[in-house]
Structure formats: structure tokens, C-alpha cells
């Protein structure tokens, strides 16, 4: 089972629950990609935890072949994110996701349809919600199709555009 984290390994992005969670599934392997001030920290504790089935990649240009090639994506984050891409992106994918009720998260990722929103800083639920997906692929599938049906019904550029025209007309 391939989980992935992709952003900054910064203390906001809650990347060490991340860590935690997969290594607390035995049948998880997680790849972490992105850079930033956390990330030597992060890797002390994927060495201490699962050494085997946690992989730092650093940045990447392109995460299309990550989101292609990925299972579940776990984004733990402990604030500073208003809408994250990233789970535009993994919905696009057809990927479910494992997140938090930070900004706007909950408008992409909808609880029990297109993934699971644990509580910020509560790892254990987070672990759980991991597991729980990790041991029930037909769950996770029906969440992956409804993540990407959600994400083309809302965030695709030909439903968002309209939208900014319309913003843009009204205070012109």
C-alpha cells in the first residue's frame, strides 16, 4: 500500500503524524516528497519508526507519476493551509485522502465521501483513519471515484474561471 505526503516538511504541515501513522500500519509504505526546515527530523523519526517503508524523495516538478503511482495521500496539516492544491490535485486522481479540518480542506475533501477529516493533532484517529483505508481497498476506491468526481464537478479551470469573470465584472 503506497501512502504519500506531498508539500513543505514544515511543523504546521503536521508531517510527523503522517510519519507516525504509516508506520504504525504494517502494510503501509509511505513516500515523502516536498523540502523544508523539518525535513532532517522527519527522517531521525522514519529511521527510528520503519526505516524500511519510509522514503524522503525532496522536491519534485512534476508529482503527477506520485499521484499515479499512490494509494491514499495523507495531508496531517496543523494550519497555515487555506485551500491546498495538493488535495485538488489527489481528488483529480481519483486518489481518497486522509487530511484535517484546516481552512478551507473540508470543501475538498468532504468526510466519509471523498476521504477522511480526523481532528488537527489527534494522531491516533489519524492513524486509525489510515488503517481503516489501508484494510478496505473497496472503501478507498468509492472514495478515490468520489474525490475526483467532486474535485471535476468544483475545482477543474473550466468551472473555476467562469467564476473569477464573474468576481472580476462585479467590481469592475
Given at each position: 500500500?503506497?501512502?504519500?505526503?506531498l508539500?513543505?516538511?514544515?511543523?504546521?504541515?503536521?508531517?510527523?503524524?503522517a510519519?507516525?501513522?504509516?508506520a504504525?500500519?504494517?502494510e503501509?509504505r509511505?513516500?515523502v516528497?516536498?523540502?523544508?526546515p523539518e525535513?532532517?527530523a522527519?527522517?531521525?523519526?522514519?529511521?527510528?519508526?520503519a526505516?524500511?517503508?519510509i522514503?524522503?524523495?525532496?522536491?519534485?516538478?512534476?508529482?503527477?507519476s506520485?499521484?499515479?503511482s499512490?494509494d491514499?495521500l495523507?495531508?496531517?496539516?496543523?494550519?497555515?493551509d487555506?485551500?491546498?492544491?495538493?488535495?485538488?490535485?489527489?481528488?483529480?486522481?481519483?486518489?481518497a485522502?486522509?487530511?484535517?479540518?484546516?481552512?478551507?480542506?473540508?470543501?475538498i475533501?468532504?468526510d466519509?465521501?471523498?476521504g477522511?477529516?480526523?481532528?488537527v493533532?489527534?494522531q491516533?484517529g489519524f492513524?486509525?483513519?489510515?488503517?481503516?483505508?489501508?484494510?478496505?481497498?473497496?472503501?478507498?476506491?468509492?472514495?478515490?471515484?468520489s474525490?475526483?468526481d467532486?474535485?471535476?464537478e468544483?475545482?477543474?479551470i473550466?468551472?473555476?474561471?467562469p467564476?473569477?469573470?464573474?468576481?472580476l465584472?462585479?467590481?469592475?
Open positions: 500500500m503506497e501512502l504519500l505526503y508539500g513543505a516538511l514544515a511543523a504546521e504541515k503536521g508531517v510527523d503524524i510519519v507516525r501513522a504509516a504504525a500500519v504494517d503501509a509511505l513516500t516528497a516536498g523540502a523544508g525535513r532532517p522527519l527522517e531521525a523519526l522514519a529511521s527510528d519508526l526505516p524500511d517503508r522514503t524522503f524523495i525532496g522536491p519534485v516538478d512534476d508529482p503527477r506520485l499521484l499515479a499512490s491514499l495523507l495531508l496531517p496539516s496543523r494550519g497555515g487555506s485551500m491546498p492544491a495538493v488535495l485538488i490535485e489527489a481528488g483529480l486522481h481519483g486518489l485522502c486522509v487530511t484535517t479540518p484546516v481552512g478551507s480542506i473540508t470543501d475533501v468532504l466519509g465521501e471523498t477522511r477529516v480526523v481532528p493533532g489527534d491516533s492513524t486509525r483513519a489510515v488503517a481503516d483505508l489501508v484494510a478496505e481497498p473497496e472503501v478507498r476506491s468509492r472514495l478515490g471515484a474525490a475526483r467532486h474535485c471535476t468544483h475545482f477543474t473550466g468551472t473555476v474561471a467564476r473569477w469573470l464573474d468576481v465584472r462585479s467590481v469592475l
